[in-house]
């Protein structure tokens, strides 16, 4: 079984967590990267040689938020068709046409509920290997993911 690196910036703890504990119920050879910030997730990709399957960005972290990040992401040749996705707990129109804007995915907005964050990963994490645009597009009807593709 090969593994599969997700990384994902988020300075909530306990969203961090559920997040981690979602993923390792739905398939053990995913292993996701935390950090507290955006900056974490930059430090991480040039410290490894791996590309990561997809990167989750908190939209509001110390240091480096989501959207500084992002547009670093999209900047850099080596990063810039890495898929991300935005997560936020806002439903606010304006971040999510930012989000399009800057090149993100899709804007995933956070369940409070476990087995609902576990149902949109598990739907996400099925379709890394298969194309991830068609799978959105299944998706866009799922009440926490708004899809730019």
Known sequence: MQEKMILLADDDQDDAEMFC???AE??????????????????????QDIIPEIVFLDLNMPIMNGWECLKQLKQEERY???????????????????????GAMCYFVKPNNFNDLKQVLRLITLN????????????????????FI
């Open 128 to 147: 890394l290997e298969n194309g991830l645009q068609e799978a959105f597009s299944n998706l866009e009807k799922n009440k926490y993911l708004h899809v």
């Open 26 to 47: 739905i398939d053990k050879s995913i292993v996701c990267h935390c950090s507290e910030n955006g900056s974490g997730i930059i430090n991480a990709l040039k410290n």
């Open 80 to 102: 810039k068709d890495i898929p991300v996705i935005m997560i936020s707990t806002s439903s606010h129109r304006n971040d999510m046409d930012t989000a399009a804007n800057l």
């Open 21 to 23: 504990e979602a993923l």
